[in-house]
């Protein structure tokens, strides 16, 4: 296991500077994604396996990603979008009924999902 300090960037944001050996353990690179997930007051990152789908937006909505991206210090809106739908699928799925659901929603809670810049 690594171990990385997190540094907070002159906007406030925390950054987690990834050494290239960490990349090449994760077998991952600028550009592609990585899973962090918050276990016993560590954060342990994984590569990510990514899906591309294509999304229409209102402008309304675009607006309000855009706004929520830049205040929660995300580093793109692909970002942002792709952590608010796992947000609120864990809030769905935590109140099912179905007991595969309220697992995934576990499963899910403590995720976060972040391209390497």
């Not at 925390?14 to 016993?40: D, F, H």
């Not at 210090?73 to 692909?78: A, C, K, N």
């Not at 947000?87 to 999902?113: G, I, M, T």
Request: net charge positive; proline share 2%; no cysteine.
């Amino acid at each position: 296991m690594e171990t990385v300090k997190v540094e907070v960037d002159d906007k406030g944001r925390l950054m987690l500077p990834l050494p290239k050996e960490v990349l090449r353990k994760i077998e991952s690179r600028i550009g592609g994604w990585v899973e962090l997930t918050l276990q016993n007051e560590s954060i342990i990152v994984r590569k990510a396996k990514m899906v591309r789908i294509n999304v229409k937006l209102s402008e309304e909505i675009k607006f309000a990603v855009q706004k929520y991206s830049e205040k929660e210090g995300y580093g793109s809106d692909e970002e942002a979008i792709t952590n608010l739908i796992t947000q609120a699928l864990v809030e769905h799925f935590a109140k099912s009924k179905d007991e595969k659901l309220q697992k995934l929603a576990e499963k899910l809670q403590n995720k976060w999902y972040l391209k390497i810049h």
